[in-house]
């Protein structure tokens, strides 16, 4: 079976960013099991674990602000860092597929894994 990805259109994108409930909380499940949060959790190894966070993604490797490494979050949290720049000439777009690969096989793997996305 083909694996057709395809970009949604504005309209779609802002239905799903705006039609959801409002939320002060620094990190939401968004998906069973998927994690979207920012930096000060991000870098609370003790609110992950009681989160029960497995696998990190963090679109903000490499900032100075940001210490997410796999030295920082030791053996129990599988990392996966993109080094992006919060910059609007930023080409981001290169690692969607990459990560939406890794978003896919740890959910898909066995014992429930969990990921946490930190955008900032």
């Known amino acids: ?3 057709i990805r395809q970009t949604p259109s504005i309209k779609e994108l802002e239905k ?3 039609g959801g ?3 002060g909380n620094h990190v939401d499940e968004v998906w ?18 009681k989160l029960g966070i497995t696998h990190v993604l963090n679109a903000a490797h ?7 490494s796999h ?4 053996s129990t949290v599988e990392y996966y860092g993109v080094p992006a720049d919060d910059s609007p000439s ?7 597929h990459p990560c939406a690969d890794y978003i896919k096989e ?5 014992g429930g894994k969990t990921i946490y996305l930190t955008l900032s």
């Open 32 to 49: 069973p099991n998927l994690f979207l949060g920012d930096m000060s959790v991000a870098n609370d190894r003790f609110s992950l674990w």
């Open 90 to 96: 930023f080409n981001l777009s290169v690692y969607f």
């Open 62 to 68: 490499g900032k100075m602000h940001c210490q997410g």
């Open 106 to 110: 740890v959910l898909s793997s066995p």
């Open 1 to 3: 079976m083909d694996d």
């Open 21 to 23: 409930k409002r939320s």
């Open 71 to 74: 030295e920082f979050y030791g």
């Open 16 to 18: 799903i960013l705006f």
